[in-house]
């Protein structure tokens, strides 16, 4: 985003001085074919002041707009980054504070489904826990989104057994395999994104009850995650 607004800025401040230099040559082009008019005996003098006062209203008034544009331009880029930061400032403090209340309502949630798992009001904890999980994971998404401006990565070396481990506790109907464990090299939340996003896809749009993690050896040192499961898959058309 903050490379963006610079390209702007810099975008106008090309047009800004582009179009004033152009004006700028026109106007002392034209002033310079009034003075080899005003050498000649074919226009008179009023005429010719004429001209000459016709010519710097315009040059002014046509210099003034492109100056006013440009700097309105420039008033509007910062307005619209100002608007953006506070709708990212707005976004990350609500996801902030909205993950500790429904992360309580999703554990009294199981809690509750662990009490009532031969009531008939079973199905609906099910369905209640399921939606705070979903729920859970978008506010994931959005804070990832929001409190990075540019998606900046901070590898490290984290153990795909232990982020799977945590994965167990979503709370999602998965039995979940791991072929082999490895040390991988990546952004730990970005990869816990990912992978949430993967589980939870699997069951709500795919009807799947296991997912296997495959780790495929590759060449100078890195390594292949393959990710499937057992459900319907997708029937539409890969191309769109």
């Not at 996801?95 to 809690?111: C, D, F, G, M, V």
């Not at 998606?151 to 791991?178: T, Y």
């Not at 939870?200 to 009807?207: L, P």
Request: proline letters at 2%.
């Amino acid at each position: 985003m903050i490379l963006k607004t610079k390209l702007k800025y810099l975008a106008v401040l090309l047009w800004v001085t582009f179009t004033l230099a152009l004006a700028i040559w026109w106007y002392l082009f034209t002033s310079q074919h009034l003075h080899e008019l005003s050498l000649s005996s074919t226009v008179s003098p009023e005429r010719l002041g004429k001209y000459e006062s016709m010519l710097f209203w315009e040059g002014f008034t046509l210099l003034t707009c492109i100056a006013v544009g440009g700097l309105a331009l420039a008033y509007y880029i910062f307005h619209e980054a100002r608007q953006n930061s506070r709708i990212k400032e707005f976004l990350i403090t609500f996801t902030h504070e909205l993950k500790t209340p429904l992360a309580s309502l999703r554990l009294q949630a199981e809690s509750l489904q662990e009490d009532l798992k031969d009531s008939p009001q079973r199905e609906l904890v099910e369905r209640l826990v399921s939606y705070t999980t979903r729920l859970s994971l978008q506010l994931e998404n959005s804070l990832l989104l929001a409190s990075d401006r540019e998606l900046k990565l901070c590898p490290e070396d984290v153990r795909l057994s232990e982020i799977v481990g945590s994965l167990r506790f979503l709370g999602l109907p998965l039995n979940i395999k791991l072929s082999q464990d490895c040390v991988l090299r990546a952004d730990l939340r970005a990869l816990e994104t990912i992978l949430k996003n993967l589980f939870h896809n699997a069951v709500v749009h795919g009807g799947a009850t296991e997912i296997t993690i495959a780790i495929i050896d590759g060449q100078r040192g890195l390594v292949r995650v393959e990710v499937s499961d057992n459900g319907r898959g997708f029937s539409g058309n890969l191309r769109k």
